[in-house]
């Protein structure tokens, strides 16, 4: 059956990646809209990046939303030094055409789920958590209408990769995070554990260029760009593929498996904020609110990825 999802991000060249395989695999995935936040780049930059990717796609039909431009209660953390001024450094793309919708990012997730059946639709984030974390603190109403959260954030045996002990996601927006992960909804965590292995390696990408597509050589661009910056910091054979685990889950989620636990979000203490506290072990009593994945079949989701993109 096909899934009903908004997307909601801060492109971002894996963001852009994860949006173009949701776009390239209509049967499995029915994208509704697309909600913009604050995250990598800022708020107006990720609007416009979110517009670039529809259009790379040939879809100048979706709707793209902007949402919150800042945190809940904290100032903006971006990462251009790993993404570019622009988000979207890596290939040349032009400016889009399409327009950026008028209503609130915020508003229109609030209203599709109003308008849908309980248990529906499927958010999938890929950046801080505020837009989502906005709209369920306006409208408790609709967390039954969510059929599951699938986002990518946090980190548990990785650690951290913004600070030592959070990842970049969870650690700009914590106070939104912590809203979500106690909302009720059914949640599938993307951590670090998984992405990093997820790497983009040369024979991985020469894959993605040897689509000889517009799409397929954006794409390897895009990685060629940011995969500077993560082999310098981790050593590792190619750069982690991070927010396309979450839309790659919805096409084939058996290339990922993990522990249904209890993940909570440390949003008092400076030195460790923006940790996912994730009790991996079971060693607390705590009801388990999310499904936290461990492993990839790193192989079989670039393999996906190369066969969607292909179509596009
Ligand atoms: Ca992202």
Known sequence: MTRRIIIDTDPGQDDAIAILLALASPDEIDVLGITAVAGNVPLELTAKNARIICELAGRDDIKVYAGCDKPLGRALVTAE???????????RLPDPKMPLQDQHG????????????????????????T?????????P??????????LMGGAYFEVGNITPTAEFNIYVDPQAADIVFRAGAPIV??????????????????????????????VANMTDFFERFDKEKYGSEGAPLHDPCVTAYLIRPELFSGRHINV???TTSELT?????????GVTDRPRNAM?????????????????????
């Open 81 to 91: 030094h790993v993404h570019g001024q622009t988000g979207l450094n890596g290939p």
């Open 106 to 129: 915020v508003d229109y997730i609030i209203d599709t789920l109003r308008d849908a059946e309980p248990g529906t639709i499927t958010l999938c984030p890929l950046g801080p958590l």
């Open 189 to 218: 965590v993307m951590p670090l554990d998984v992405t990093h292995k997820a790497l983009v390696t040369p024979e991985r990408n020469a894959a993605f260029r040897s689509l000889g597509t517009k799409v397929g050589t954006a």
């Open 273 to 281: 904020m923006g940790m996912t506290v994730a009790d991996w072990w």
């Open 131 to 139: 837009n989502i974390a906005a709209a369920f603190t306006r409208a």
């Open 292 to 312: 936290f994945m461990g492993r990839i079949d790193a192989q079989g989701y670039f393999d996906l990825l190369t066969e969607r993109l292909a179509r596009l």
């Open 141 to 150: 109403d609709i967390v039954e209408k969510v059929r599951e959260i699938v």
């Open 264 to 266: 909570e979000i440390e």
